[in-house]
């Protein structure tokens, strides 16, 4: 037994190779966040880094529920 993050075994419960035990006893999900130290323009490397990730992780924590 083990306690993880959701996203970490989605597949793996998915495919039925775990399965959730003691879920009366989970958390509330936790709330992600893409943080940066915004002084002035954003540099587009960090633009096109939120510009790829932000859409991924939403779609992966939508798959993440089981």
């Given at each position: 037994?083990?306690?993880v993050?959701?996203?970490q075994i989605a597949?793996?419960?998915r495919?039925?190779?775990l399965c959730p035990?003691?879920?009366a006893f989970e958390p509330q999900p936790w709330p992600v966040n893409l943080v940066h130290?915004?002084?002035g323009l954003l540099p587009v490397k960090l633009r096109a880094f939120l510009d790829f990730?932000?859409?991924r992780l939403k779609e992966r924590?939508?798959?993440a529920t089981w």
């Open positions: 037994m083990t306690r993050l959701s996203y597949a793996a419960v495919s039925g190779t035990v003691l879920e130290a915004g002084q990730a932000a859409p924590l939508a798959q």
